[in-house]
């Protein structure tokens, strides 16, 4: 734990009734950093972030967030932000009602930058909630979660019915806010390539567990894909930890962790192709190893 660590969760757990969900997860957030929270489909991710935001308590282990136990803590909730797709508006309210009552929950609401991304969402800010479309709602959640500069900020999947373009504007507008005002962002998502550059830092969940906590640049850097021919490749690649295997003909592709500088030297004097892998390929490689572990 450092000066700037403001969640630190040991051996947190959740369970209901046999299922698992958040399983025995130890990890730490750290101040002004941008964090993917990656995994597939009913993996933990809602289910810890709900944990993580005082929604729901833990079934074993412990948890602090700012120093604190976040359940029905005030001190720790209006520090934090929450946007989730299934948020819930009361019935009468109109966009304009969503952005004007957002003060009273976030103390570095900014009014002026809410306004400029109600522009750059094209938002009919007098329209009943009820009424708008399935990107409109989810734009109004990004702007909630951009202009309320909550020092903790959860987006879980804030991306559902944004088209691409939305979806550029949100990544490029928390980029540039980011830089001016610096805080923890925590990114749920299944596009991951499309978030890859805008992440620092990768936790992987799977099945409730956390199989990977790493910098997002030693991520990319730890895996290397060996494309040659067959019996090249093969001979390279020797006995070493493949997350992946590929093949037409007699080419092959083979993907490895950790490979040193002269290695790398060495498989290109030998004629071997070396490739990065991206982000996605990396948790899909590293979700299916951790599948056949549990096989
Ligand atoms: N209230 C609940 N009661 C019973 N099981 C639950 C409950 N909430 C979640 N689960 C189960 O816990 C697991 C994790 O669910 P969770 O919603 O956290 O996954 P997720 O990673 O957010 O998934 P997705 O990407 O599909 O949104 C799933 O197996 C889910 O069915």
Redesign the pocket.
């Known amino acids: 734990m450092t000066d700037d660590t403001i969640v630190q969760a040991a051996g947190l757990t959740r369970r209901?009734?046999d299922?698992l969900?958040v399983d025995d997860a130890s990890f730490e957030l750290q101040a002004d950093r941008i964090y993917g929270l990656l995994?597939?489909?009913?993996?933990?991710?809602?289910?810890?972030m709900h944990l993580l935001t005082g929604q729901d308590f833990p079934s074993a282990g412990a948890l602090e967030v700012f120093g604190h136990a976040p359940a029905e803590n005030a001190h720790v909730l209006q520090q934090l932000c929450f946007i989730k797709e299934s948020q819930r508006y009361p019935d009468d309210f109109r966009v304009k009602h969503v952005l004007r009552s957002a003060p009273w929950f976030f103390e570095n609401w900014d009014a002026d930058f809410a306004e400029q991304l109600v522009d750059d969402f094209q938002l009919p800010l007098n329209r009943r909630i009820k009424k708008v479309s399935r990107g409109q709602l989810s734009a109004v959640g990004v702007i909630v979660g951009l202009a309320s500069r909550a020092p903790l900020t959860f987006f879980?999947?804030p991306y559902l019915g944004l088209d691409a373009v939305a979806r550029q504007t949100f990544y490029d507008r928390l980029l540039a806010d980011y830089a001016e005002h610096p805080r923890t962002v925590v990114l749920?998502t299944?596009l991951i390539d499309e978030v890859a550059d805008l992440l620092e830092h990768v936790l992987v969940?799977d099945r409730?567990r956390i199989i990977l906590d790493e910098g997002a640049d030693e991520l990319r850097e730890s895996a290397t894909t060996l494309v040659g021919a067959r019996a090249t490749v093969d001979a390279f690649v020797g006995a070493r930890d493949v997350l992946h295997r590929d093949g037409i003909g007699g080419l092959t592709s083979v993907t490895v962790t950790g490979l040193t500088a002269p290695e790398r030297r060495e498989a290109t004097a030998s004629g071997i192709e070396l490739a990065p892998v991206s982000l996605q390929q990396l948790v899909v490689h590293l979700t299916r190893s951790s599948e056949k572990e549990f096989a």
């Not at 009913?42 to 810890?48: E, R």
């Open positions: 209901f009734g299922v969900a995994g597939r489909n009913g993996a933990g991710k809602t289910t810890l879980d999947e749920s299944h969940i409730g």
